[in-house]
């Protein structure tokens, strides 16, 4: 069974920074797309940045772009999120998930593997 765990949740104030780590279980570059989902409190988890694994294309949220920075460490078989000038509306919970066949970057439906969810909370 394929076990992603992430780390690197915490608090922080806006403009702050953190970075999130999820340590997948196996190769990562068995997976077609990795990425980071997050939900914030009475609302619909949404799609937040994926890698395309194998190409390293990258897709990102509006709502994150020019602020949040996916990569991976593909010897540690470790996805990576560094969030800078964090705002309040970034507060949630951040889950690292892997799909081995999706054909599109956000459809959660075809994630296999999610893991338990990193907290991340921004004051103002």
């Known amino acids: 069974q394929v076990q992603l765990v992430e780390s690197g949740g915490g608090s922080v104030q806006t403009g702050g920074s953190l970075r999130l780590s999820c340590a997948a279980s196996?190769?990562?570059?068995?997976?077609?797309?990795m990425g980071w989902f997050r939900q914030a409190p009475g609302k619909e988890r949404e799609g937040v940045v994926v890698?395309?694994?194998?190409?390293?294309?990258?897709y990102y949220a509006d709502s994150v772009k020019g602020r949040f920075t996916i990569s991976r460490d593909n010897a540690k078989n470790t996805l990576y999120l560094q969030m800078n000038s964090l705002k309040p509306e970034d507060t949630a919970m951040y889950y690292c998930?892997?799909?081995?066949?999706?054909?599109?970057?956000?459809?959660?439906?075809?994630?296999?593997?999610w893991g338990q969810g990193a907290q991340v909370t921004v004051s103002s």
């Open positions: 890698i395309y694994t194998l190409g390293g294309s990258t």
């Open positions: 998930a892997a799909s081995t066949y999706s054909t599109q970057a956000f459809k959660e439906s075809d994630y296999d593997y």
């Open positions: 196996r190769d990562i570059l068995r997976f077609k797309y």
